[in-house]
């Protein structure tokens, strides 16, 4: 199985904090891989890094094996899709202006009324009727902002797909809605997904691959049916919940 | 010995960190320009612009020139007095007004009005990671926030200025009819014939540049705010602080310019 992303002794600090400290990591094509780990452990850091809102200290970040930075940076952006943890979206537009919002953009710049077809295609696609199309993001609440945030990074269907925290935020039955949706669409389009979450019910649900952060490092990484019987206590107290355990209470 | 050290030390330190303010502003403002002239061009985020900065500002600057007009006009026809030479208070006020306080005062108001909400809205943006969201959609920031409203607000300045002219003289002329005893047609009279068209353009021409300083200070701060409430409230603090004193600052450099010779 080839890789899509790969990390290569990745290094940032913020001043004298240190979040990332030689990261090396390899994303596999067309798989779910969810980044655990607790907070401030450097896992949006990571995100942030690959798609050059961050840049590293050091560090390199091949996409399909070719340097991020020899890419055209157009073209780079234009294979990835994101959902933000707050959703991210545009106050002053709609929610179909939202969604449409990369189509309408570039050099393949659709028709207002081609990109808001797709955008409402896209909307049901994340269960949303067609009403909501024309209402603002300050009208719904936030379980829906976060699936026009889905619809949004699935819109122009990139092959490579980020999700922040997809279920900060929102009551058990509504992340376990999204959790559904992100497996859904991953597997629908074939993409290749990164997920960072502390949410261990999501990491069943979406993940292949698995990766816990810790310390700037990567602590433990395998296939999500192994996590359970990893053997690392890191893991093992992440996974429980503990708060006495080699992961510190206090950071 | 270490205290006068660490005096020098600070004085180097506040005066390198001013230094380099002025650095990053300049290259934000160099960007905003750049981005001004080449395309993509978001010309919906300019109209909008245009409607925000321009025609709602339009009350607030309205009613600051009419009471500044009428005020003027009373304390010019006191003072005069005194030289018995009430007839030149209608162009004083004119005068006054077409140069320095509607562009400074009008200035001032939008100031106020927009830079605040600017660096607000670009600051929440900052905060949401909206701003992160427009990157990851191949849309440079800079072209999508900034330059519209950099724009919208050079452009549309000298029209509320200009607004703000006629207004403050209305203002003045109310006062001036009704209250000082100035026939209708001497005081128009006593106005017009003796403005000339460089001292309403002068104003226009500084119009002009405070709204670039007002909505460049506004974005800037707004781009470059901290995290959290507290950094919105600062950024917006700061933008309708510094676009002030710069406002003050270009009003005084530009009057040099056009006047001193």
């Known amino acids: 199985m080839t890789d899509k992303?790969?990390?290569?002794?990745?290094?940032?600090?913020f001043g004298s904090k240190i979040i990332l400290d030689g990261i090396n990591l390899a994303i596999p094509k067309g798989q779910s891989t969810v980044i655990i780990g607790g907070s401030g452990t450097g896992k949006s850091v990571l995100l942030k890094s690959i798609l050059g809102l961050i840049d590293p200290d050091q560090g390199q970040i091949l996409i399909d094996g070719v340097d991020k930075n020899k890419l055209d940076r157009a073209d780079f952006l234009a294979q990835f899709g994101m959902l933000f943890q707050g959703a991210a979206l545009f106050d002053s537009l709609s929610i179909w202006e939202n969604v449409a919002f990369r189509l309408r953009q570039g050099k393949t710049k659709l028709s207002?009324?081609?990109?808001?077809?797709?955008?409402?295609?896209?909307?049901?696609?994340?269960?949303?009727?067609?009403?909501?199309?024309?209402?603002?993001?300050?009208?719904l609440s936030g379980g829906m902002q976060k699936r026009v945030g889905l619809a949004r990074a699935i819109a122009a269907e990139p092959e490579v797909i980020f999700f922040d925290e997809p279920t900060t935020g929102l009551d058990p039955i509504m992340s376990g809605v999204i959790n559904e949706l992100i497996r859904e669409?991953?597997?629908?389009?074939?993409?290749?997904?990164?997920?960072?979450?502390?949410?261990?019910?999501?990491?069943?649900?979406?993940?292949?691959?698995?990766?816990?952060?810790?310390?700037?490092?990567?602590?433990?990484?395998?296939?999500?049916?192994?996590?359970?019987?990893?053997?690392?206590?890191?893991?093992?107290?992440?996974?429980?919940?503990?708060?006495?355990?080699?992961?510190?209470?206090?950071? | 010995m270490v205290i006068f050290t660490n005096f020098l030390t600070n004085i180097g330190e506040v005066t390198l960190g001013f230094f380099a303010m002025i650095g990053r502003i300049a290259i934000f403002a160099g960007l905003a320009i750049k981005h001004i002239v080449t395309p993509p061009f978001y010309g919906r985020e300019f109209s909008r612009s245009l409607w925000h900065i321009g025609f709602l500002s339009l009350p607030v600057v309205g009613l600051t020139a009419i009471f500044t007009g009428g005020a003027l006009v009373l304390q010019i026809f006191l003072g005069s007095s005194d030289l018995n030479a009430q007839s030149?208070?209608?162009?004083?006020?004119?005068?006054?007004?077409?140069?320095?306080?509607?562009?400074?005062?009008?200035?001032?108001?939008?100031?106020?009005?927009?830079?605040?909400s600017v660096a607000?809205?670009?600051?929440?943006?900052?905060?949401?990671?909206?701003?992160?969201?427009?990157?990851?959609?191949?849309?440079?920031?800079?072209?999508?926030?900034?330059?519209?409203?950099?724009?919208?607000?050079?452009?549309?300045?000298?029209?509320?200025?200009?607004?703000?002219?006629?207004?403050?003289?209305?203002?003045?002329?109310?006062?001036?009819?009704?209250?000082?005893?100035?026939?209708?047609?001497?005081?128009?009279?006593?106005?017009?014939?003796?403005?000339?068209?460089?001292?309403?353009?002068?104003?226009?021409?500084?119009?002009a540049?405070?709204?670039?300083?007002?909505?460049?200070?506004?974005?800037?701060?707004?781009?470059?705010?901290?995290?959290?409430?507290?950094?919105v409230g600062r950024a917006t603090t700061n933008a309708v602080v510094s676009a002030s004193v710069l406002i003050l600052a270009a009003n005084y450099i530009l009057t040099e310019l056009f006047f001193s010779s």
Not at chain 1, 112 to 139: H, N, Q, W, Y
């Open chain 1, 5 to 13: 992303i790969t990390l290569k002794d990745l290094h940032k600090s």
């Open chain 1, 112 to 139: 207002k009324s081609d990109a808001r077809d797709i955008a409402i295609e896209k909307l049901k696609r994340v269960g949303l009727r067609s009403e909501v199309a024309d209402l603002f993001p300050a009208e």
């Open chain 1, 185 to 251: 669409i991953v597997v629908e389009l074939g993409a290749t997904a990164v997920t960072i979450t502390h949410d261990m019910s999501s990491v069943r649900v979406i993940a292949d691959k698995v990766v816990m952060l810790h310390n700037g490092h990567i602590q433990w990484a395998g296939k999500v049916e192994d996590i359970d019987n990893s053997g690392d206590a890191h893991l093992d107290q992440f996974i429980r919940g503990d708060a006495n355990g080699p992961i510190e209470s206090v950071r």
């Open chain 2, 88 to 116: 030149v208070t209608p162009f004083i006020a004119a005068l006054a007004i077409v140069r320095e306080l509607g562009p400074v005062l009008g200035g001032l108001m939008v100031a106020g009005r927009v830079s605040s």
């Open chain 2, 120 to 207: 607000a809205e670009i600051a929440t943006m900052r905060v949401t990671e909206q701003i992160d969201a427009l990157l990851t959609l191949s849309t440079n920031p800079m072209k999508y926030l900034v330059a519209p409203r950099v724009l919208a607000a050079t452009l549309v300045m000298p029209l509320l200025v200009l607004i703000n002219d006629i207004l403050g003289i209305l203002g003045g002329y109310l006062v001036g009819t009704s209250r000082l005893g100035f026939s209708g047609h001497a005081y128009i009279k006593a106005t017009v014939d003796n403005l000339e068209f460089w001292d309403v353009g002068s104003g226009l021409i500084k119009a």
């Open chain 2, 209 to 231: 540049v405070f709204g670039f300083i007002l909505a460049l200070m506004g974005c800037y701060h707004g781009y470059n705010s901290g995290r959290g409430a507290q950094g």
